[in-house]
Structure formats: C-alpha cells, structure tokens
C-alpha cells in the first residue's frame, strides 16, 4: 500500500489504472449529454449494484464491520485464531470497500459535475478513513509480536496461509511502521491527504472552460480536453497551433493555483515519508513495491545516455512535414496524414481481438467476454473524465473508461486498458484477496505487451507503403510517449522532490523552467520549445500518483522483451506470461518478471526498448527516402 494513505484509499486509488495518454472523441459543435449516449455504449455498473440504494446497504455495512475490527486491537497475539479472524474480517472491509468506492467514483467519472455522485464519493473518501483509522492497529500489533509467536502461528494455522507473502513484506518494512495511536492518527488524515488531487481534478476537468477554435473547414469547434488530442494531430497546421495555443493559455491562467495544488501533493508525501523515518519520499514510494530508488535513478540515467535517438527522429519529423521550424505542436503530427486509419468501434474491437491472437485461446475467451458484455464505456459525452483508465473490482469484473474517437490511436487505447483489465480479471479469479492485487509496476506491463503485440500485427498484416509509413510513425510516437516522454516525466518528478526536500518554495515560475529546460534537453537542437509548453506541467494528472510514471517506462520496456518472446519461443513464453497475470501481488514486481522472462533490475531492457526504437527509425528512414 501506499504508507501515506489509509490501506483503503490506497487499495481503491490502486485499482483505477490510467492510461499515460488521453483518448478523445470525435470534433462536434456540441457533446452529447450522457442519457444521449446509448445504453449498449455505456459499462455495466449494474453488475456492482443495480441500484444507489443497494450502494446504500453495502455502504451502511462498513462501520458495523470497522466497529467489529477494533475490537481485535491489543488481542492479536493470543491465538492464531483471533489473528486469522482479524484478517479475515479486514479482507471482508476490503472487498465491500472497493465495491462501494468504484461504484461511487465511476458514476461520478460518468459526469464529473454531477452534484449527486460528487456527494457519493466525497461520503466514501470520508468513510474509508474512518475504516483505514479503524484498522490501523493492525499491522503495528502484528510486528509488535515476538517473532516466535507470529511463526508459530504461521505454522499452527493452515488458513494463514494466503498471507504468507504480506507478513513477509509486512516484516521487511518494519522500522517504517510506527505505533497503533500514530497510525490510526495518519488514517484519519488520508481524505485531507488527498485535497490536492481533488481540487486539481474539479478545476482541471470540471470547472475550466476553454475556448472555441477554428477546425479544419474553417467552422467554430468546442475545445476540450478530451478534443485535444485530435487537433493537435491536425494536419493543418493553423488547427493544431491554434489548439496549442489556446489549451495552453487557458492553464496558465491558472498556473499559480495548480503550483499550489501541486505544492500541496508533494509537501504531503515528503511529510509522510519522513514520519515514517524514510530517507526521501521516492524511497517511500517506491518501498512498498521493493524496487530500488537505484532501478529508477538508472531509468532516467539510461534515457538520458540515449537522447540521440529521439533528437534524429525530430530532424526526420521536420524534414518529413518540409517545416523551416519544428515546434512543439508539430510533434504529434503523423508524417503520412492522408494514411490516418480510421475506424467505427465495431472495427477496433476486431482489430484489437486479432492483434491478441497470440496470447492465445484462454485470453480471446475473456477478451471476447469484456467486449460484449459492457465492461467498456465508449464515447465521450459532456463532464465525462478525459483520458482512459481500468479499474478492476474483486468479486465482479474490471471496466475500462474509454473517450473513443475512431482512430487507430483509440483502439491501441483498448488494447491499451484491456491489457490492465484481463489482468486483474485473472488475478482477482487466481489470487485469495490477500495476494489479488498487484503493484503498478507489474500493471504497466500488461497494458503495453497488448499494446506491443497490436502494432506488430498490424506492421506484419499492411502492405500499402503510406499506411506502413504511418504505422511505423505510430510504433514510434508510442515508444516516444511511453519511454522518452515518461522518463521526462521522470526526472521532473524526482528533481521537483529534490528540490522540495532541500526546501525550495515550489512556485509556478519554478515549475514552468524545470519544464522548459527538460524539453529543450530531451527533444534537442532541431525543436523549437514554445514558451506555451512551460505550463504542460500543470495538465499532468499523473503528478498527483506519488512517482507513478516511471513504471510506463518499465512497463514499456519489459513488455517489450516479453512480447518479442511470446511471437518468437510461442508456447513457453505464453504460459509464462499467462502465469505473470496471474500471480497478482504474490511476490515482488522485480521477481515476477524474473519469473515471466525479464530482469527489469538491469538497465539493458531500456537499453533493447531504444535499440528498437532505432530500428523503425530506420526503417521509416528508407520509405520516406523512396
């Protein structure tokens, strides 16, 4: 869990996996209200609960049950009885907690200005630090055991079994634990912990209102979040530098008050990370999942040895698109704009069943499953939550959140979040509750090895030379986002922090020249950086995860290597992979890679991920020059 939130919140926040890039819906003068989208198109929360009221009763069964739980606090070393009834019974919080807490939270990413569902998930957020509060004792009891006593516990009892693992992990963080008093005090804390994120996403998805631009043909058209991304791939360029201009300029209105947003996240995570005696808050972070902060300093530090590559493919961009300046608005711009692949829903949803055959038949069973039974919710209606995300739910089945826009792009965003979907369909039905859920370090990889195997499919399956040039285009505009990108992201991350730590006022003049100057060294001498860019910073909802976005990079590279095994070795590799998602938390993230084919320890994962990079480089290189 995350040490600077109730367990509760950090479970739930755990299971809403985003994607790293936004899908959008197609340009209209107006978006549709959400009773005009139809019902075949929406997810199924039904299948959580077929009404509020039924949320109701599950809600009202949580502080009966947190009530019950404390009566255990003090008792937990008598028996190894009472210590599996314990746990038994915070397993049964858990699993009524997540329910209550997506059901909550997805109705209200239905409409993120819905008053009514607002209110339903500030009452959960509420709630769930009383339960995290209420169970707070409990890890502080355990370590406070003599050791002798927990074995033997371990040993007398066969049903302890399951949290084998967790004492394990539970054991190696010890000196990070603090008292039951002190806990149940930080529990209390974590719904003030999470103001920051909250005011972020209200004015950044609800309340900031941009301005109408000129598309294509000339007409007004609405811009939006969710829209962005489709007209800063525009082929015209007065389009995407208009989009540019005016989304960018709409944040910066508000830059200082996201600087404090911002501020106000990272001051928390350095607060909980020294109460709890750790020496920075990337050592906190990244603690619980037992990576190394060494794994992500090298991340960044192999990036940055490999810059080359990216700088090369800005020159072909500018050279390719016969621009006399490369700017920052040009950089999504596919360079065969009259290849662009579009499709209806129906169309990427046979593509992206395709691109997965080889993950074989148990996975295109379940595949098929999600698709069909509306696990998904398509299109973008208004005050709907940009971007894409799965969230899985233990004892029902995971949803994915799409803002479908009939691109390419948006079923790679299918494959993208089903990826993360099957994988919590297949730990959740494997794993006991103890071990279900897995770290976002393992999460990346099975999005990415899905989105990995697509593209492959596709490269193999294309003949005409404009839509291999565009897909070669696409390949590397992923691997630009998903590694050179991320690790931008990255060392921002980690500098912020640095600087914070070394106390630093974090102001938004700061923020906008870290910014600056990162994109001027990641993307090179060939691209002019806009001063409009400077504020992209403040639009990053990932900054409010606590050093989430190395694990894009990671994801990336080890799927990578996992996908190039499970198309060449077949068989072997598949089971492996197979295995992989199904092992959910049983083992550390680094070791279960191990396990599935790849040593995510080292840097040379990275290192393959840009020698492929090179590789389409090159190969787009010789079809352009044709």
């Known amino acids: 869990m995350r040490k600077n939130q109730s367990p509760f919140v950090a479970l739930l926040v755990g299971a809403m996996l985003f994607s790293c890039a936004g899908a959008e819906s197609a340009p209209a003068a107006k978006l549709p209200a959400r009773n005009e989208i139809p019902a075949e198109s929406r997810w199924k929360l039904e299948d959580i609960y077929p009404s509020d009221d039924a949320w109701q009763a599950d809600f009202d069964r949580l502080k009966p049950l947190a009530a019950r739980i404390s009566s255990y606090q003090g008792k937990l070393d008598q028996s190894a009885s009472l210590l ?38 500030s009452r959960t957020e509420s709630l769930l630090a009383e339960v995290g509060a209420a169970t707070a004792f409990i890890e502080p ?53 999470q103001s920051s994120e909250n005011i972020f996403t209200m004015l950044a998805r609800a309340d900031m209102k941009f301005p109408e631009i000129r598309d294509e043909k000339g007409q007004p058209a609405q811009l939006s979040e969710g829209r962005y991304r489709t007209y800063i791939m525009s082929p015209d360029r007065n389009v995407r530098r208009e989009a540019f201009e005016k989304l960018f300029a709409t944040y910066s209105q508000y830059r200082n008050t996201f600087a404090a947003t911002l501020g106000g996240t990272v001051k928390k995570n350095i607060f909980y990370a020294g109460v709890r005696n750790y020496d920075s808050a990337i050592a906190a972070a990244l ?27 800005v020159a072909l961009k500018k050279k390719a698109l016969k621009l006399t300046e490369m700017h920052m608005y040009d950089l999504y711009t596919p360079l065969v704009p009259d290849a662009h692949i579009k499709m209806n829903y129906a169309e990427a949803q046979t593509l992206v069943q395709q691109g997965l055959h080889p993950l074989g038949a148990e996975y295109g069973k379940i595949l098929d499953q999600a698709l069909s039974s509306r696990w998904v919710d398509i299109y973008e209606n208004q005050g709907k939550q940009s971007g894409a995300y799965s969230w899985g739910v233990y004892g029902v089945h995971p949803f994915v959140l799409l803002n479908f826009n009939h691109r390419l792009e948006d079923a790679m965003t299918l494959a993208h979040e089903l990826g993360h979907s099957l994988h919590s369909y297949y730990s959740n039905s494997t794993q006991p509750y103890a071990t279900h859920d897995y770290t976002i370090f393992s999460a990346e990889v099975a999005s990415t090895t899905n989105e990995t195997l697509l593209l492959d499919h596709l490269l193999k399956t294309t003949t005409d030379p404009k839509k291999k040039m565009y897909l070669l285009n696409e390949y590397l505009e992923t691997i630009r986002t998903t590694v050179f990108r991320q690790a931008m992201f990255a060392e921002f991350e980690r500098d912020l922090y640095a600087r914070a730590e070394k106390g630093e006022a974090i102001t938004a003049d700061m923020l906008d020249a870290m910014w600056h100057d990162l994109n001027v060294k990641y993307y090179g001498p060939q691209m002019v950086v806009d001063k409009e860019i400077n504020a992209e910073w403040s639009r990053i909802p990932h900054f409010y995860y606590n050093f989430y976005v190395y694990q894009y990079v990671t994801g990336f590279s080890a799927a990578n290597a996992l996908a190039s095994q499970i198309l060449t070795e077949g068989d072997p590799a598949r089971s492996r992979y197979l295995s992989f998602l199904k092992s959910g938390g049983s083992d550390y993230s680094l070791e279960l890679l191990k396990k599935a084919g790849v040593d995510m320890s080292s840097p040379e994962p990275i290192r393959i991920t840009i020698q492929r990079f090179e590789k389409l480089l090159s190969e787009l290189e010789i079809l352009l020059a044709q």
């Not at 314990?86 to 008053?115: H, P, Q, W």
């Not at 033997?152 to 603090?178: D, G, I, M, T």
């Not at 037992?290 to 530090?301: F, G, I, T």
């Open 84 to 121: 599996l009834e314990c746990l038994s019974l915070r397993d049964e919080l858990g699993i009524t907690s997540a329910k209550v807490f997506a059901y909550a939270r997805m109705r209200r990413d239905e409409n993120t200005a819905n008053s009514h569902y607002q209110a339903l998930t």
């Open 141 to 193: 009891d355990i370590l406070a055991m003599p050791a002798g006593n927990l074995a033997e516990f371990r040993q007398s009892e066969p049903k302890l079994a399951p949290y084998n693992f967790y004492f394990e992990n539970l054991l190696r963080q010890k000196k990070h634990v603090l008292s039951p008093a002190e806990e149940a005090l930080l529990s209390k804390m974590s719904e003030v912990g």
């Open 287 to 313: 603690e619980s999942d037992n990576v190394p902060v060494a794994v992500y300093n090298r991340l960044v530090d192999t990036v940055n040895e490999n810059l080359a590559p990216l700088h090369r493919y």
